[in-house]
């Protein structure tokens, strides 16, 4: 079965940055689109980011500038790379792949998700 585990996720200060990875198992990853979502306390889950088989990506308004996602088919790996973070990016971030029609952003039309990774920014 398909298995999304993510990592990369801690603790930084205003303005810094982390990459967060995300470690596809059971999926034919190049073919597969990958989206990033982010759940705040006390907040909905919401989109953050994805790249689709082809490479086109689509972004949160909130993070555009700030965040790059990008696939390595090789390693099976989805990353997002996050710079000039802010208090506001705090969450925890989950890894969601093979995207059934709809919008990115839209949660539902995703099949499978990873359990998640801490960003915390103070």
């Known amino acids: 079965h398909v298995q999304l585990v993510e990592s990369g996720g801690d603790s930084v200060e205003t303005g810094g940055s982390l990459r967060l990875a995300c470690v596809a198992s059971?999926?034919?990853?190049?073919?597969?689109?990958m989206g990033w979502f982010r759940r705040a306390p006390g907040k909905e889950r919401e989109g953050v980011a994805a790249i689709d088989s082809d490479g086109s990506t689509g972004y949160a308004d909130s993070v555009k500038g700030r965040f790059t996602i990008s696939k390595d088919n090789a390693k099976n790996t989805v990353y997002l790379q996050m710079n000039n973070l802010k208090p506001e990016d705090t969450a925890l971030y989950y890894c969601a792949a093979e995207r059934r029609g709809g919008i990115w952003y839209q949660q539902d039309v995703w099949d499978f998700w990873g359990q998640g990774t801490q960003v915390t920014v103070s």
């Open positions: 059971e999926l034919s990853f190049a073919d597969a689109d």
